[in-house]
């Protein structure tokens, strides 16, 4: 086991908020498809991995998207392009995204080892990366990379 995996190695924080601000939180965790406390975590890990000169991802419009143009630009499959595409969508200003394999799956309707293997494609070609692996309960966390 590494040192970091270690249950004394971890340290555990209050966040103090007014009762609208609770409901607020509950409510985009909903929406983003995650716990509260995954949702909060998934804030506070991007605390320390925002990039500060890191571009900000222009406003995306996902009818617009041109998956067959997308695909043939950067050499992957049409469902990786609608991949990105459901990525891109539930994005950040920073292109952060946490959400797990089987609602990505239901996003591009595909199966969950799809998703993985299309994810894995966009990474290799420099569409995506990885800023966290899935754990138990918690989904993986990608860094959508703009086209521009």
């Known amino acids: 086991m590494k040192e970091t995996e270690r249950a004394d190695a971890f340290y555990r924080y209050s966040v103090r908020c007014d009762r609208a601000t609770s409901a607020k939180i509950e409510a985009a965790a909903r929406k983003a498809g995650v716990s509260v406390t995954a949702f909060v975590q998934r804030h506070f890990d991007g605390i320390l991995d925002a990039?500060?000169?890191?571009?900000?991802?222009?406003?995306?419009?996902?009818?617009?998207?041109?998956?067959?143009?997308?695909?043939?630009?950067?050499?992957?499959?049409?469902?990786?392009?609608?991949?990105?595409?459901?990525?891109?969508?539930?994005?950040?200003?920073n292109g952060n995204v946490q959400r797990f394999q089987t609602l990505l799956a239901e996003d591009i309707a595909s199966d969950q080892a799809s998703t993985g293997r299309l994810a894995k494609t966009l990474i290799d070609t420099g569409l995506l990366e990885t800023v966290s692996k899935a754990k138990m309960g918690s989904p993986a966390t990608y860094r959508v990379i703009g086209e521009g």
Do not use: Q
């Not at 500060?52 to 992957?76: I, M, W, Y």
């Open 51 to 93: 990039r500060p000169n890191a571009p900000k991802l222009a406003t995306f419009d996902a009818a617009r998207f041109d998956a067959v143009a997308f695909s043939k630009r950067h050499h992957v499959a049409l469902m990786a392009a609608k991949l990105w595409c459901a990525l891109r969508v539930h994005a950040d200003e």
